[in-house]
């Protein structure tokens, strides 16, 4: 059998490479693959030789067990925890510390950085919470599916944005900016629901702890630390007190995001001057010696402390951001959607979210589907109408309240954080797991209809609303 040819596989490769580092740049990148992801475990949960496999794998213990041979000290560690809950308990910290890293660089310096930047989007993200739960509360008031009323509220960004981005000139750069801020602003009220009422009994001595420590990290930033090593140990410590004193734990991702130093070591003047020394070295090595291929030692030693600097003049909240991305939106958010998308249904009826509504149960699937299609674009657009209209905002740049309100459209694709929420919701003493389960498992259904068609909705209003622009003009 004839070998390949080395040239032609690292070739090959490369190309790959190249391929694959242009297909995570693209917008729409990570919605593809999140879509698959779903698909995917769909097919996992219902395959008669996966489902099995696929249900076992997520309730694995995940616990570390220390027994005595006496059995005086039987400890677990963290407790409770399966694949699921590690997925969800943990991976999912470093989702929304992504979250709260970019919550943060938008209120510092962009489009929620100023009162009139940020009040328009901010108003609308309300408007688009509000409505979407008083509709699931009127659906479903009085029954087990009352608590599920913050699975509609939330909104995707990174299918909203990318859908708006697959769209193109068809809609205002003033709308786009609009609504990756709006969806900003809901992804921080969101994160407050999940904390509010998502959580479980509160243990005050261990949240008084919490607390402290994030105390010390708050005075540690304060005296100007920059180094991220010293806020990852305490963000470690934190989780632990938010994981068993009640606050769901990936609140902890948040808080400590909100904590990183967005202010560089080394300013511009410094990084000019010391960059002027390090490189006056570099090119005295060169010329000592030249005969060497590059880059000898003397070289390389320069080359490492002006990467070091160039580093330390980026700030941390940057720097921990832009690696975060790709590892968020490629590996955490997939993982998420394997772990949580795969619904197996053994009732049909999941996907008629219009029967009629249970005395006992209510209907889940109603509350969402109408709170995703219908509550978010109304809420979005009435409440950016009164902010408008009592001249709180000011409506955006070349946009028309028909082109808002089909961009307010896309503001019901939920996904991510609404599946989230659903993971979190329909608990209690009152409620036999298996209901729990049952009524979980109708919301996903729901929350994946209402964001499908709140997606098309939006992209068809998008494109309708852009044609008939243009034959006016």
Known sequence: MALIPVKWWTKEVHSFQISQNKFKKQPWA??????????VAMLLANLPFTKGVYHSFLHTEFTMHIASPDGMVNWFFPRGMTMEKFINDILMVIFFFTVGLEIKREIV???????????????????????PALIFTVVNYGTHAASGWGIPTATDI???????????????VSLKVFLTALAIADDLIAILVVA?????TINLPLLAVALAVILFVALMKKLGEKRIGFYMVPAII???LFYYSGIHATMTGVVMALFIPMEARYN????????RILWDGLTEAEAVHSGEPFPNGPERYH????SSLTKKTIPPSYRLEHKLNPIVNFAIMPI???ANAGVEITDVSYFNVFKAIDPVLGSVGLGIFLGLLLGKPVGITLASWLAIRFKVGAMPDRASWPMLFAVACLGGIGFTMSIFVDTLSFAGPDIAPEVTQQLRDAGKIAVLLGSLCSGVLGSLLITLVSKLKRKKH
Not at 30 to 39: F, H, Q
Not at 158 to 172: E, H, Q, R, T, Y
Not at 268 to 275: G, P, S
Not at 303 to 306: A, E, P, V
Request: charged share 15%; net charge positive.
């Open 238 to 240: 934190v989780w632990f």
């Open 196 to 200: 509010l009422f998502y959580g479980g």
């Open 109 to 131: 310096c962009g489009e929620l950085s100023s009162f009139k930047k940020a009040i328009l989007p901010v108003i609308a993200a309300f408007g688009g919470v509000a409505v």
């Open 30 to 39: 990570n919605g593809v693959v999140l879509l698959s992801c779903v698909a």
């Open 158 to 172: 990174a299918f909203a944005v990318g859908i708006l981005s697959i769209l193109g000139d068809k809609v205002p």
């Open 336 to 338: 998420f959607a394997l």
């Open 268 to 275: 511009k003047a410094k990084f000019h001057r010391r960059a």
């Open 303 to 306: 080359l490492r402390r002006l």
